[in-house]
């Protein structure tokens, strides 16, 4: 393929995240990236969107594989609910087309296990949308982690939290709703990418007290986590609480606070603290879904393997699935070994300017 090739992306769900972040970034992603399709069952979606981001075709759910065999795309980006990712990534990689699927991978280690089995048999590609593995100041978060400054990285704390609002798909069981689901896998990836190794117990609890909200899902789950070399990570995530992003490493002579740490609005902040020095660093907003569409984009062009692959959402949800297990039945839960070998690095790192808050169709915000 030459420099000027474009991948050509169908957005498939379009939802609260594929139209304020998705959808505005193909714009910063237009050096090898474009969206030609939307698949939605909103004909005011497919109206509205269609012509606010120029896009030639719109087709509904049950018109998927038609949109899949249409020659029109290349890849999808499939921002649906969580119970719906297997499907839709599966049914995507049978008909050749490359898969950027949103996190959390799946709902289950099998389904994960089979998008990743589609994508090898296709000979296509698969990467999960974990926006921070190419953002400045959570890799360099990782390089502070691994470069001595800390001294030996020992343990990890996290909170994230918000209010979600009630009806909202993150509240519903059968659409793989959940607070280690929807936030809680970014406390994982986070402590995953910093100690870079895997967990092998965890110990969870989680609550939901009498709000209705809470009544097929958790409100609330606490969480602690064994790592090799002695190492401890916990964190609370929680649906029903104030606005909370941040995670805090602690080493033997120094540590690092990133708050706001999960956002992909607004600016980030490092609070590092080495040998009693504290110093403090702001990194600006940016645009945080245009470097995952160039980089998979590039991935497909020239034949590489992305990192986040199919591997790194496994991993996080082998994670989320024990720390469930170990909620339910009141014990630590013990993980088989995993090895991982790509992990993030500040190679990824990729600078865009934010986008504009666009008007919304049909879809609002999941916090209060």
């Not at 474009?34 to 909103?42: H, K, R």
């Amino acid at each position: 393929m030459g420099e000027r090739v474009r991948i050509r992306y169908a957005v498939v769900g379009l939802g609260h995240i594929a139209q304020v972040a998705v959808l505005p970034s193909f714009t910063h992603a237009r050096q090898n990236s474009e969206v030609t399709a939307l698949v939605s069952d909103d004909p005011a979606k497919h109206e509205k969107l269609r012509n606010k981001y120029k896009v030639q075709h719109t087709y509904s759910y049950e018109e998927y594989d038609k949109c899949l065999s249409s020659g029109a795309i290349d890849a999808v980006y499939i921002a649906l609910p969580n119970n719906l990712h297997c499907e839709f990534a599966v049914r995507a990689a049978q008909a050749g087309v490359h898969v950027l699927c949103e996190k959390p991978m799946a709902v289950t280690e099998d389904e994960c296990d089979s998008m990743i089995s589609a994508a090898e048999k296709a000979r296509v590609k698969l990467m999960v949308a974990y926006r921070l593995h190419f953002e400045k100041a959570n890799l360099e978060a990782v390089e502070i982690a691994h470069s001595g400054k800390l001294g030996e990285p020992r343990f990890f704390s996290s909170l994230f939290a918000m209010q979600v609002k009630d009806d909202n798909i993150r509240l519903k069981r059968e659409l793989g709703g959940g607070t280690l689901y929807d936030i809680g896998v970014y406390c994982v990836n986070a402590a995953r990418s910093l100690f870079r190794a895997e967990p092998s117990e965890v110990h969870a609890f989680s609550m939901s007290g009498k709000d209705r909200r809470f009544r097929e899902v958790d409100e609330m789950t606490g969480a602690l986590l064994r790592f090799p070399d002695e190492r401890l990570a916990s964190f609370t995530c929680s649906f029903g609480a104030a606005d909370v992003s941040s995670y805090e490493l602690v080493g033997t002579e120094g540590h690092l606070r990133v708050e706001p740490a999960y956002e992909y609005v607004g600016e980030l902040r490092h609070h590092l603290t080495v040998k009693g020095k504290p110093r403090e660093r702001t990194f600006s907003s940016r645009d945080q879904f245009a470097p995952e569409l160039i980089y998979f984009s590039n991935c497909i062009i020239n034949n590489l393997d992305p990192e986040p692959s199919g591997a790194e959402g496994l991993a996080d949800v082998r994670v989320v699935r024990a720390l469930y297990r170990s909620a339910e039945s009141g014990r630590p839960v013990q993980l088989e070994p995993y090895i991982k070998r790509q992990r993030p690095g500040l190679e990824q790192e990729m600078a865009r300017p934010p986008v504009d808050k666009p008007e919304l169709i049909h879809v609002e915000s999941a916090s209060q």
